[in-house]
């Protein structure tokens, strides 16, 4: 995993710390809702680059795209390995393909993602290739998530969990 200094003022390079305020999103009705969200840029093996904002979801096994990144990265969709998505709304068609993603800075490489078949679908941060290479902790009361670097902050994360003998 390689790092640089992102613009991103809340990004601690010394603990490799990534906290991450939480978005804003019109829900259903209209109503005002917060979610969190992380600014990634999604680069293909063609050197094309792509910022989008990605809602982070735990319940979400893997990235989620819209058809019409893939065009905008230069990825034809159908290369992918094809798969049927299922979640909480239903099942699309997708396209499974590995791209690099710059989290605010933090890059991982070969990151399984999935462009769905339909152009409606928002970007959706999944755990597949992100999750385990962080410590990721939600704070809803203070509406932000710490990514967390797993071997620096091993015990921060560990301090989290307690066992009950």
Known sequence: MAVRRPQNPHFHLFFMRLI????????????????PIAHVRIRSSRKKELPGIFVIDSGASTTLL?????????????SGVKVLVRG?????????????????????????????????????????????RFGIVFDEARRRTAFLNQRQERNVINSLFFSVS
Not at 69 to 74: K, P
């Open 88 to 132: 909480v709304t239903g099942q699309l068609l997708g396209y499974r393909h590995r791209l690099t993603l710059d989290i605010e800075g933090v890059v991982l490489r070969r990151v399984p993602v999935i462009f769905a078949q339909s152009p409606e679908v928002p970007r959706v941060l999944g755990r597949e290739g992100v999750f385990p």
């Open 66 to 78: 819209p058809s019409a990144d893939a065009e905008l990265l230069g990825i034809i969709l159908e």
């Open 20 to 35: 991450l305020p939480y978005g804003i999103r019109l829900g259903e009705k209209g109503k005002i809702e917060t979610v």
